[in-house]
């Protein structure tokens, strides 16, 4: 059935140190969208990403979206303690209606 | 404009109970939906309700269910609780159905012994 894979599961890099997370899906997805959850908390809506080969830029964050819709990658230039918790992609499929979340990548910084 | 609710925020059933948790989306907001999070699992989507009708379900049990009012706010319930039930449960509002922003709530963290 449909799934999205996200990897890796975990990431632990000093300050400073760059960081990207990959999800792969099953299917071509209509859109797919990244969530940051700090620990504790929980999920917050950073972007979505419709188009094909789409790029998106919030200051050191750089969301990309692949050419056949079915890969996103999200990159953390030069990390901050700020960064540290579990990113998710969620992919939707016209399909099914539905948002399937990957399962998660959880980043730590080391200061 | 005030965030996504849920209460209860904590809760502890034995086996056998059945517990329901509420839902109060942002104002505006039509849609909700329900996602379960373990540790082992990830988020997995329960359902989602939109204009007071369930528009989609994940692959849950029929023992999971769960309505929507009229004013959009959104309960939903789990019967004879199992000890795997036990996760945080969270709701998401949007504003319509479909591929919208989801604004999650804090969640109802349910332990079952």
New interface residues.
Partial sequence: GQQVMQIPQYQHVQEGEDFTTYCNSSTTLSNIQWYKQRPGGHPVFLIQLVKSGEVKKQKRLTFQFGEAKKNSSLHITATQTTDVGTYFCAGYTDNFNKFYFGSGTKLNVKP | KAGVTQTPRYLIKTRGQQVTLSCSPISGHRSV?W?QQTPGQ????LF?YFSETQ??K?NFPGRFSGRQFSNSRSEMNVSTLELGDSALY?C?SSLG???Y???????TRLTVT
Wanted: proline content about 5%; overall charge negative.
């Fill in positions: 939906s996602y990830g988020l997995q989507f989602e528009r989609n994940g969270l998401a159905q479909g591929a922003e989801q604004y999650f709530g804090p969640g």
